[in-house]
Nanobody, 126 residues
């Protein structure tokens, strides 16, 4: 089992940057692929980006491609979401999630992820 805790959210102006962190408990963190999702008020939770267990594969939603980067440090049980060139439409609660998988493929489907953090708020002002 994996417990996840996000941090690093806050208020930033449009065009600015934030780095979210997700700390994972458990000795088998490297057995999990990780995803970042977000949910804006009145909208469904959507996939932002994900990374394979080894860090060798990443995928991104089209809306963030080229602006956001997912990375991980298995030695520290951490996964990160670097967000650059932020836009007001990026405002949401951001969640990290874990999916037990040692394959190369990263998936975007929310239902494939078994463990979730509590979320961290990101607000981008115009």
């Amino acid at each position: 089992q994996v417990q996840l805790v996000e941090s690093g959210g806050g208020l930033v102006q449009a065009g600015g940057s934030l780095r979210l962190s997700c700390a994972a408990s458990g000795r088998t963190f490297s057995s999990y692929s990780m995803g970042w999702f977000r949910q804006a008020p009145g909208k469904e939770r959507e996939f932002v980006g994900g990374i394979s267990w080894s860090g060798g594969s990443t995928i991104y939603a089209d809306s963030v491609k080229g602006r956001f980067t997912v990375s991980r440090d298995n030695a520290k049980n951490m996964v990160y979401l670097q967000m650059n060139s932020l836009k007001p439409e990026d405002t949401a609660v951001y969640y990290c999630a874990a999916r037990r998988s040692m394959g190369f493929t990263v998936v975007a489907a929310r239902t494939e992820y078994s463990y979730w953090g509590q979320g961290t708020q990101v607000t981008v002002s115009s």
